[in-house]
């Protein structure tokens, strides 16, 4: 599976921005797809993940309740939609694909890893 992520960019504190994440290639074994983020000087960190049937859904309690993650399985694209940006959620964006099912927060858990998008949220 190969995954290409978009939609990163510079936005300020309260604003809202849409991470795709496309998939191509053998996506049809895939347990689960996610996002982690990595900012300057910081752990990488699992944001979001989302089952392939999307009956389960992952949040990081950093996120939650701001952003949502879903699935066009028409369109081979998972989204994240970012509200509320505040700061702290400027970093590289990173969408992954786990074809077991994962810890969403242990990196390590996921197969496949995207090209980041870079968000960055002014102040």
């Known amino acids: 599976v190969q995954l290409q992520a978009s939609g990163g960019g510079l936005v300020q504190a309260g604003g809202s921005l849409r991470l795709s994440c496309r998939l191509s290639g053998s996506i049809l074994g895939y347990d689960s797809v996610g996002w982690f983020r990595q900012a300057p000087g910081k752990e990488r960190e699992g944001v979001s993940c989302?089952?392939?049937?999307?009956?389960?859904?992952y949040y990081s309690d950093s996120v939650k309740g701001r952003f949502t993650i879903s699935r066009d399985t028409g369109k081979n694209t998972v989204y994240l939609q970012m509200n509320s940006l505040k700061p702290d959620d400027t970093a590289v964006y990173y969408c992954v694909a786990a074809f077991y099912p994962p810890n969403p927060s242990n990196w390590a858990d996921f197969d496949t890893w995207g090209q980041g998008t870079l968000v960055t949220v002014s102040s």
């Open positions: 989302i089952s392939r049937s999307g009956d389960s859904t």
